[in-house]
C-alpha cells in the first residue's frame, strides 16, 4: 500500500505512538471477544439443558390437560378463572459492556383460595396448573438465555469485524508507515553523513593547501 506520510522524526514518534495503541486496542478487543465466547457457551450449554427441561414439561402438562378434560370435561371455563400474569420484571446485567437481560417473575401474594372451585374439578386439574406454571417458568429461564445469546453473538461479531481491521489494516499500515518514515531517516543521516566526510576532506585539503603555500612563502 502506498504511504502518505512526510518522514520526518515527529511523524515517525507519532506513528510508534499510533502503532502501539493499535496493538493494545487488538489485544484488548482479543480479551473482551474471548470472554464473550466463553460467556455465550456456558449460556448455550444452559440453554440446551433448559430446552430438554421444557420439552419434557410441556409432554407432561399437555398429558395432565388430557387427562383433566376427560376426567372434568373441557376446562376452557376453569382456565378463565387463572389471572393472567403480570408480574415480568426486565433488568439487566453487564458483561464487557454487552448489556445482558434478567428476566423475573414477581411471586403472586400468597392466597387461602384456589382461583377455581374444588366441587366441580378433581386432583387432575391441579396437576395441569402445576406443570403449566413450570412451563412457565421454564419458559422465560429460556427467553433470557436465548436472548442474551443473541446479545452476545451480535457483540462477538462486531467485536471481531473491530479486531480484524485492527491486525489486518490497521496495524500492518502503521508498521509500514513506520519502516517507510525509519528508512527515510536512516537514508538522510547517511547522506548527511557523506556530506560531513567531504566537506571534513575538502577542509583539510583546503588547509594542507594553505599550509604548503605559506611554507612556499616563507622559503621564498
Given at each position: 500500500m502506498a504511504v502518505q506520510a512526510v518522514p520526518t522524526k515527529g511523524n515517525l514518534m507519532n506513528t510508534k505512538k499510533s502503532l502501539a495503541l493499535a496493538k493494545n486496542g487488538y489485544e484488548?478487543?482479543?480479551?473482551?471477544?474471548?470472554?464473550?465466547i466463553r460467556e455465550m457457551m456456558t449460556l448455550i450449554d444452559h440453554a440446551n439443558a433448559i430446552q430438554q427441561k421444557i420439552d419434557d414439561a410441556?409432554?407432561?402438562?399437555?398429558?395432565a390437560l388430557q387427562t383433566a378434560n376427560v376426567t372434568n370435561g373441557f376446562c376452557e371455563d376453569i382456565s378463565n378463572a387463572i389471572p393472567y400474569e403480570d408480574g415480568l420484571k426486565l433488568d439487566s446485567r453487564s458483561v464487557m459492556g454487552v448489556e445482558i437481560p434478567i428476566l423475573?417473575?414477581?411471586?403472586?401474594?400468597k392466597h387461602?383460595?384456589?382461583?377455581?372451585?374444588?366441587?366441580?374439578?378433581?386432583?387432575?386439574?391441579d396437576k395441569v396448573y402445576t406443570k403449566f406454571t413450570e412451563v412457565k417458568?421454564?419458559?422465560?429461564?429460556l427467553a433470557e438465555i436465548e436472548n442474551s445469546v443473541y446479545r452476545l453473538a451480535d457483540s462477538i461479531k462486531k467485536t471481531q469485524k473491530r479486531a480484524n481491521a485492527l491486525k489486518n489494516i490497521m496495524i500492518p499500515r502503521f508498521e509500514e508507515t513506520v519502516k517507510f518514515i525509519s528508512d527515510a531517516l536512516d537514508e538522510k543521516d547517511r547522506e548527511e553523513f557523506s556530506r560531513?566526510?567531504?566537506?571534513k576532506k575538502k577542509k583539510q585539503k583546503d588547509a594542507a593547501l594553505k599550509k604548503a603555500k605559506e611554507l612556499s612563502a616563507e622559503s621564498a
Open positions: 484488548l478487543l482479543d480479551r473482551k471477544r474471548n470472554i464473550l410441556y409432554a407432561e402438562a399437555y398429558t423475573t417473575i414477581e411471586e403472586r401474594e387461602s383460595f384456589l382461583h377455581y372451585g374444588l366441587r366441580t374439578t378433581n386432583s387432575a386439574i417458568n421454564l419458559t422465560v429461564e560531513l566526510k567531504v566537506i
